[in-house]
Nanobody, 115 residues
Framework: QVQLVESGGGLVQPGGSLRLSCAAPVSIFSIYDIGWYRQAPGKQRELVATITSRGRTKYADSVTGRFTISRDNAKKMVYLQMNSLKPEDTAVYYC?????????WGQGTQVTVSS
């Protein structure tokens, strides 16, 4: 079974930074597009950022200019660098790998932005 593992969440003050990491299996890393999604309490899960297998990136308007998604092909890792965090960024962040109709999800990591 394909398993994605997120790490790096935590509590941070407004204006602070965090870096999330997603470890993906070798079998899918090089051919799947990988993205970060988030779900806040009482809200639907939403796209944060994605990166294709070729390195093309896409961001939600709400995080453009503050968040950066990247991938390390040698380590089979995808990162989400989050800067200038706001309270509204508080959510559970999920890593997902997608290709066509296939998709895999991690268990999520909590990010809380609060003073």
């Amino acid at each position: 079974q394909v398993q994605l593992v997120e790490s790096g969440g935590g509590l941070v003050q407004p204006g602070g930074s965090l870096r999330l990491s997603c470890a993906a299996p070798v079998s899918i890393f090089s051919i799947y597009d990988i993205g970060w999604y988030r779900q806040a309490p009482g809200k639907q899960r939403e796209l944060v950022a994605t990166i294709t297998s070729r390195g093309r990136t896409k961001y939600a308007d709400s995080v453009t200019g503050r968040f950066t998604i990247s991938r390390d092909n040698a380590k089979k890792m995808v990162y989400l660098q989050m800067n200038s965090l706001k309270p509204e960024d508080t959510a559970v962040y999920y890593c997902s790998a997608k290709r066509g109709l296939a998709s895999y999800w991690g268990q999520g990591t909590q990010v809380t932005v609060s003073s």
